[in-house]
C-alpha cells in the first residue's frame, strides 16, 4: 500500500509598508503556511496552513506543525482520504486538550487534509473538484478587504479586474465604518452588489441599531455582526428584525456547531475556512448540508494562493450559488500562490486544468518572501 514518507512545511512573510487596520488590531505582516506531502511513489500534494492572527502567530503554527505533523501523517490512508481531517484531530486531541492549543491544531490537521487530497487527486489524474465530486472549471467570485479609507481605490482596481460584488469591513473606526459604507454602496454601478463584514463586533443591541441604518444598502450579506459564540436566540432575533441576509461560519470550529447554525436558519450564508477548520473532508460536508437547506455556501478566505484555489475548487464541487472570497489587500503571496489568477475571465474566476489543485506552487519565485523551509521524513 502505498504511503506517506515526507512533509515540507513552507513559511512566508510579506512585509506591509502601510499596516491594515482590522476590528483585531494592526496587520503588519501578510503570513502563509505551506504544506507539501509526498508518497512513497513520488507524488506530492499541496495545502495551507491558516495563520492570520494573533500577530506573528504564524511562526508558532508553522514550528508546531513541523513538530506534530510527521509523526501524525505516518497514519493516514490514503485510500480513505475524506477521513484525514477527523484522523488527525483525534492524534492531536490529547496535545490541544493540554496546551489549549484547539484552534492552531485544526488548522494545521485542516492544510494537512488540503495536500492529502491534492496529492490522492493528482494520482488519480483528477482535478480537485472533479475529485470532490463534481468538476468545474469556474466558480463565481467577488472582492473581499475593502478598507472603509481605501474603498474608492480597492473597489476602482477590482472593478478593472472584472469584479462587481465588493465587502467592505466594518465595526471599527469613527461611527463603525458605516459612512464610509454607505459612500461605497453609492458609488456602484448598475448590477454591482455590497457586503458588509463586522468582524463580530457586535452586541445584539448595537447590531440592531445599526442594521436599522443599513437596511436601505441593498447588502448581499452582513458578515459576522455578533460574536461567532452568540447564543441561538441572540442570531435569530436578528434576523427576524431585517431582512438582510446574515453570515457567519469562519469561526465555528466544529461539525455540531455549523450543523446547528444550519439548522436554526438564522444564517443565509454559511462560510467555513478549508484551512482554519476541517479542511476539504469537513468544509465539503459543511457546504453540501447548506445548500440542501436551501443557504449559500461561500468559502471563507484569507491567506496565500494554495487556499484560495482549494477554495474554489471545493466552492465548485458543492455547486449552489456560492461566491468565492478574493481578497482586495496588499498580499503578494496570494496572487503569485495563486498563479495570478485573481482576474476574472468573463465574469468568472477561473480553475486551473491539470490534475489536483492544477498547478505547482512556485516556491522558488518566493523566495525572497521564504522566511523557513523545512523538511521531514514521516513516521510510520
Known sequence: MTKLRKVEIYHYRHSLAHPLTTVMGPVTHRPAILVCVEDS??????????????????????????????????????????ETFDCLRRKFHRL??????????????????????????????????????????????????????LHQEQIERMRGLGYRR????????????????????????????????????????????????????????????????????????????QAIPLAAGENLRDRCSFDAAIKTGALRVIQPDICKWGGLSGCLAVGKLAVSNGLRY?????????????????????????????DSSENPLLSHFSEGRIELQEGSFALPSGPGLGYDPDTDGAADMLHSHEIRDIVQ
Not at 496552513?49 to 504564524?58: L, S
Not at 492544510?111 to 490522492?120: E, F, P, S
Request: glycine share 12%; charged share 20%.
Open 298 to 326: 461561500c468559502p471563507h478566505f484569507l491567506g496565500g494562493g494554495v487556499g484560495l484555489i482549494a477554495s474554489a475548487h471545493v466552492l465548485g464541487a458543492i455547486g449552489g450559488d456560492g461566491w468565492l472570497e478574493v
Open 96 to 149: 490541544a486538550l493540554q496546551a489549549g492549543e484547539f484552534g492552531p491544531v485544526d488548522q494545521i490537521a485542516a492544510g494537512a487534509d488540503i495536500a492529502v487530497h491534492d496529492l490522492v487527486s493528482r494520482r488519480n489524474g483528477l482535478s480537485l473538484s472533479a475529485h470532490l465530486g463534481r468538476a468545474t472549471t469556474s466558480v463565481a467570485a467577488y472582492a473581499s478587504g475593502i478598507a472603509p479609507d
Open 41 to 82: 511513489d513520488g507524488n506530492r500534494g499541496w495545502g495551507e496552513i491558516w495563520c492570520n492572527f494573533p500577530p506573528d502567530g504564524d511562526f508558532h503554527r508553522a514550528r508546531l506543525a513541523l513538530n506534530i505533523l510527521p509523526s501524525a501523517l505516518g497514519s493516514i490512508t490514503l485510500d480513505r482520504p475524506f
Open 166 to 241: 465588493f465587502k467592505q469591513r466594518i465595526g471599527f473606526g469613527q461611527d463603525d465604518g458605516l459612512p464610509e459604507l454607505e459612500a461605497a454602496a453609492g458609488s456602484l454601478n448598475p448590477g454591482e452588489r455590497m457586503i458588509a463584514d463586522a468582524n463580530q463586533a457586535w452586541t445584539l443591541d448595537k447590531a440592531r441599531r445599526q442594521m436599522d441604518r443599513l437596511v436601505n444598502l441593498n447588502l448581499a450579506w452582513l458578515e459576522e455582526p455578533l460574536q461567532a459564540d452568540a447564543s441561538d436566540q441572540d442570531w435569530s432575533a436578528l434576523a427576524q428584525q
